[in-house]
């Protein structure tokens, strides 16, 4: 594509072309989409993916960031990125929407195709920063805020009810009148300046669905934005005189046949990298041990997500084999920990510390190899579970 009045080579959606990136080199890139540039009509900008990096990273640029003179010719055939859609990872509203379908391979066509259109939907991010409290947050992917918002670069958030507003006049003005200074729901948790608020999705569920809509410009496969009503959602704050300030949050259904105490979990970038994501996670199996129950998060789990949980529960079961003398089943450790007996299997196997010996898993794990192991291991925040206070509720379907 060429604008008439602009002197550019033709460049065209599909196209790789070396391009400048913030470390001063260039890199491949594939060219999403084309645009006149605001606020210049003769001139152009790209939306380009980098093909060796995640798509958080995709982002508008002018042509003055390509290397013209390494031009590679435009796919004929398109491309997916996700190698292929039956590499996919279903998300919670696909699998709902084809569990309910007859089984068969008409299932598959269909399911690939609300795959690839989710994709052609969401490949060009429409939102690139937002204002919360006192950050100003580069976005990472698209989210499927109402049109009038989506086209704008710059969304302004209470930090509080999470109403999202196109100005920061309007913004300044909606704060003399909310009189909301922490997330809607009971206050479940306090340790210091942390605390935990449980927010149910049918009572709050404006609050849950704007949530979601902020939380999907930083989680790629996520679908789930106006269906909240059965989950519950836990949402980690810090505290000031000021108010409470959310960190991030899990979401968890009320009622889960598979036993998941997890569907959906996001730390926001200014609070990545403190321990906040583990003890996310720790949060959630403390809930199941209330409950007198076996926990495991919504599977499939991204790349990132299965790092996250075994990093946890490699910490929880090697303490617990530090600490315990004499024999331990897998079972006991599922009884005193709340994790699911296949997780605890998987992680023991990924540390090389289990055998399968007629028919049984077999703990084989030595005093040293578990201080090894501990050494490496990252400490994270812990759950002080005497300033837990929650009872769990029984939920009926459909009500």
């Given at each position: 594509?060429?604008?008439p009045?602009?002197?550019?080579?033709?460049?065209?959606?599909?196209?790789?072309?070396?391009?400048?990136?913030?470390?001063?080199?260039?890199?491949?890139?594939?060219?999403?989409?084309?645009?006149?540039?605001?606020?210049?009509?003769?001139?152009?900008?790209?939306?380009?993916?980098?093909?060796?990096?995640?798509?958080?990273?995709?982002?508008?640029?002018?042509?003055?960031?390509?290397?013209?003179?390494?031009?590679?010719?435009?796919?004929?055939?398109?491309?997916?990125?996700?190698n292929?859609?039956?590499?996919?990872?279903?998300?919670?509203?696909?699998?709902?929407?084809?569990?309910?379908?007859?089984?068969?391979?008409?299932?598959?066509?269909?399911k690939?195709?609300?795959?690839?259109?989710?994709?052609?939907?969401?490949?060009?991010?429409?939102?690139?920063?937002?204002e919360?409290?006192?950050?100003?947050?580069d976005?990472w992917?698209?989210?499927?805020?109402?049109?009038?918002f989506?086209?704008?670069?710059?969304?302004?958030?209470?930090?509080?009810?999470?109403?999202?507003?196109?100005?920061?006049?309007?913004?300044?003005?909606?704060?003399?009148?909310?009189?909301?200074?922490?997330?809607?729901?009971?206050?479940?948790?306090?340790?210091?300046?942390?605390?935990?608020?449980?927010?149910?999705?049918?009572?709050?569920?404006?609050?849950?669905?704007?949530?979601?809509?902020?939380?999907?410009?930083?989680?790629?496969?996520?679908?789930?934005?106006?269906?909240?009503?059965?989950?519950?959602?836990?949402?980690?704050?810090?505290?000031?005189?000021?108010?409470?300030?959310?960190?991030?949050?899990?979401?968890?259904?009320?009622?889960?046949?598979?036993?998941?105490?997890?569907?959906?979990?996001?730390?926001?970038?200014?609070?990545?990298?403190?321990?906040?994501?583990?003890?996310?996670?720790?949060?959630?199996?403390?809930?199941?041990?209330?409950?007198?129950?076996?926990g495991?998060?919504?599977?499939?789990?991204?790349?990132?997500?299965?790092?996250?949980?075994?990093?946890?529960?490699?910490?929880v079961?090697?303490?617990?084999?530090?600490?315990?003398?004499?024999?331990?089943?897998?079972?006991?450790?599922?009884?005193?920990?709340?994790?699911?007996?296949?997780?605890?299997?998987?992680?023991?196997?990924?540390?090389?510390?289990i055998?399968?010996?007629?028919?049984?898993?077999?703990?084989?794990?030595?005093?040293?190899?578990?201080?090894?192991?501990?050494?490496?291991?990252?400490?994270?925040?812990?759950?002080?579970?005497?300033?837990?206070?929650?009872?769990?509720?029984?939920?009926?379907?459909?009500?």
């Amino acid at each position: 594509m060429q604008h008439p009045k602009d002197k550019t080579p033709a460049l065209d959606i599909r196209q790789t072309v070396p391009c400048l990136w913030r470390d001063g080199k260039h890199h491949l890139a594939e060219i999403i989409e084309i645009r006149t540039k605001p606020g210049q009509e003769d001139a152009l900008e790209y939306y380009v993916h980098y093909t060796e990096f995640n798509r958080r990273l995709d982002e508008w640029v002018g042509v003055e960031r390509f290397a013209l003179d390494k031009l590679k010719p435009a796919k004929k055939v398109k491309k997916d990125r996700s190698n292929g859609p039956s590499e996919r990872r279903s998300t919670r509203n696909q699998k709902r929407k084809f569990e309910e379908m007859n089984q068969g391979s008409k299932d598959e066509e269909n399911k690939s195709q609300l795959e690839i259109e989710h994709e052609e939907v969401t490949k060009v991010k429409n939102i690139q920063t937002i204002e919360l409290g006192r950050y100003e947050i580069d976005t990472w992917y698209y989210s499927p805020y109402p049109e009038e918002f989506s086209k704008c670069a710059k969304l302004y958030l209470c930090e509080f009810c999470l109403k999202y507003m196109k100005k920061d006049k309007t913004l300044i003005r909606h704060k003399l009148k909310c009189d909301l200074r922490h997330p809607p729901g009971t206050e479940i948790y306090r340790s210091n300046n942390l605390s935990m608020f449980e927010v149910d999705g049918k009572k709050n569920k404006i609050y849950c669905q704007n949530l979601c809509l902020l939380a999907k410009l930083f989680l790629d496969h996520k679908t789930l934005y106006y269906d909240v009503e059965p989950f519950l959602f836990y949402i980690l704050t810090e505290c000031d005189p000021r108010g409470c300030h959310v960190v991030g949050y899990f979401s968890k259904e009320k009622n889960s046949p598979d036993d998941y105490n997890l569907a959906c979990i996001l730390i926001l970038p200014p609070y990545q990298r403190q321990g906040y994501g583990k003890f996310l996670i720790a949060f959630s199996y403390e809930l199941s041990k209330k409950e007198n129950k076996v926990g495991t998060p919504e599977k499939p789990l991204s790349d990132l997500g299965l790092l996250s949980f075994r990093s946890y529960w490699t910490e929880v079961l090697l303490d617990i084999l530090q600490k315990h003398k004499g024999s331990l089943s897998i079972k006991d450790m599922s009884a005193m920990t709340a994790i699911k007996t296949e997780d605890i299997i998987s992680t023991l196997q990924n540390l090389g510390m289990i055998k399968y010996w007629k028919g049984q898993h077999i703990i084989s794990v030595t005093p040293k190899i578990i201080e090894e192991h501990l050494k490496n291991a990252s400490r994270s925040l812990k759950v002080d579970s005497s300033k837990l206070h929650w009872t769990p509720q029984v939920f009926v379907k459909g009500k």
